[in-house]
């Protein structure tokens, strides 16, 4: 059986679309036909490429492949092997043109960032085909290295040019290299370079609609902030109707008392310092005047108010409290005669009354710009509160006058009112008369009783 073999190659219909990229070509046309011709040579019936396997050249680039199944697969496994021969000379190529011109790209731009420089498949064309007696498939790919190292320059300046416009242009650009893409991905038969412009589309696109998210949730933001600005300027109470919340006073020191006006009976005594984010505060609490309850209590603002939009706080605390002291303790409050003169069994009595606990507390608070409101919670081991606090009128008054509304879930039994309602409904009306001075506030408390109460601070 006699070798054969075959010199004209089959029709390679590899194409490439230039019409915004720049001008079409043939790489048959940029060959360099001056190079030696020994590859063709015939020895034993077989070429000598053939024969070798592998051909080194000063002036050409070759592919050459190999197969025992079909004559595509040695065609694709030419192509691979001319990819690989060139592709460190056209990742050279590219780098040089990169720096030329880096004054002109971003500064981050690098090869990986170039769309068109792998050049190594683009309309490669198989020069000749050979099969020998045994089936064996053969394909050579042959390129003159000067011309082809002219086409890739070209290219790759072209390239380059695209991306620069694409910098200026803004949008207009991205929208061109859009199209550009597509048509690319539909038009051009290498795989790899397809796969790789699909992957461009697709960062593209989720870039854009990132972007697109990205303004559409700043513009909502600003908006909000614009309409409600007022809201946004009110600085949460460190106190809601009972409990604290996480806010800080603006002042150093701070006195409040309850009182209700029907009865004239004094509910509660109470003195603060604040320092940073750091507040300590001692209370008394009374039954129709007579001392019932204590409690005092450290906290720490450990997230003062964060978010542009929904502003939100939050506060750890400590507080040591007695539940109920015991009769020896008992005096009213009212009478501060008595209370200077209390004996020392009776002072002992107060200090070490019965019922004494302690518990960790948090509470924190976020503001909602859409209500004029900020929502608040509490929670220790005696009770769970949640509040909210309106402002019905910021823009003319800020904080001046709110409404309070607050729910509480109390677990301790001391704590609850005289029905002896686990869930409890308070609501509240402050007038803040002077700014971080002098606050009032009337509320309705325990289901049964208005209280008045007066907050100083210095």
């Known amino acids: 059986m006699i070798a054969s073999g075959f010199s004209t190659p089959l029709s390679d219909t590899t194409k490439y679309d230039r019409?915004?990229?720049?001008?079409p070509f043939d790489l048959d046309e940029l060959i360099?036909?001056?190079?030696t011709e020994e590859f063709i040579q015939v020895k034993n019936g077989l070429p000598l490429w053939?024969?070798?396997?592998e051909i080194q050249s000063d002036a050409v680039y070759y592919g050459i492949g190999k197969s025992l199944v079909s004559v595509d697969e040695a065609d694709n496994d030419a192509r691979l092997r001319f990819a690989q021969y060139v592709e460190v000379s056209v990742q050279s190529i590219a780098t040089q043109q990169i720096a030329e011109n880096k004054d002109r790209l971003e500064e981050n731009y690098s090869y990986e960032s170039l769309v068109s420089t792998q050049m190594n498949l683009r309309s490669v064309k198989i020069?000749?085909?050979?099969?020998?007696?045994?089936?064996?498939?053969?394909?050579?790919?042959?390129?003159?290295?000067?011309?082809?190292?002219?086409?890739?320059?070209?290219?790759?300046?072209?390239s380059l040019e695209a991306d620069i416009r694409k910098q200026e242009l803004a949008h207009q650009a991205l929208e061109a290299l859009r199209a550009d893409s597509l048509r690319h991905k539909l038009m051009m038969d290498s795989l790899a370079l397809g796969r790789k412009q699909a992957v461009i589309d697709s960062l593209d696109k989720i870039l854009e609609m990132e972007e697109s998210r990205q303004r559409q949730a700043q513009e909502q933001v600003d908006l909000l902030k614009n309409r409600y600005a007022a809201f946004f300027k009110i600085k949460p109470r460190h106190q809601l109707i009972d409990v604290p919340s996480a806010g800080t006073p603006d002042s150093w020191v701070y006195?409040?008392?309850?009182?209700?006006?029907?009865?004239?009976?004094?509910?509660?005594?109470?003195?603060?310092?604040?320092?940073?984010?750091?507040?300590?505060?001692?209370s008394l609490w009374a039954k129709e005047s007579i001392l019932d309850q204590g409690e005092l209590s450290v906290k720490l603002e450990v997230l003062p108010i964060r978010g542009n939009l929904y502003p939100v706080n939050l506060a750890l605390g400590y507080v040591e409290y007695v539940e109920k002291y015991s009769e020896g303790a008992h005096f009213d409050l009212r009478d501060w005669d008595a209370f200077n003169t209390l004996?020392?069994?009776?002072?002992?009595?107060?200090e070490n009354g019965s019922e004494r606990n302690s518990s960790f507390f948090v509470t924190g608070s976020v503001g909602v710009p859409q209500a004029n409101s900020h929502i608040s919670i509490y929670a220790d081991r005696r009770k769970l509160s949640l509040g909210a606090t309106w402002y019905p009128f910021p823009r003319n008054l800020g904080d001046a006058i709110s409404i309070i509304n607050q729910i509480d879930v109390i677990h301790s039994v001391p704590y609850r009112n005289r029905f002896n309602d686990q869930l409890q409904w308070q609501l509240g009306l402050r007038l803040i008369a002077i700014a971080d001075r002098f606050a009032t506030m009337i509320s309705y408390e325990d289901h049964e009783v208005?209280?008045?109460?007066?907050?100083?601070?210095?």
């Open 450 to 458: 208005w209280m008045l109460n007066f907050e100083f601070q210095y």
């Open 255 to 282: 006195f409040g008392s309850r009182w209700e006006p029907e009865t004239e009976h004094i509910r509660q005594l109470k003195a603060g310092v604040s320092i940073w984010l750091l507040t300590a505060e001692a």
């Open 343 to 350: 004996s020392s069994q009776h002072q002992d009595e107060i």
């Open 32 to 35: 360099d036909n001056s190079a």
């Open 50 to 53: 053939v024969q070798t396997g």
């Open 127 to 158: 020069t000749e085909r050979f099969i020998t007696k045994d089936s064996t498939f053969y394909s050579l790919i042959k390129y003159g290295k000067s011309a082809y190292h002219d086409l890739v320059t070209q290219e790759i300046q072209i």
């Open 19 to 23: 019409d915004s990229r720049g001008r």
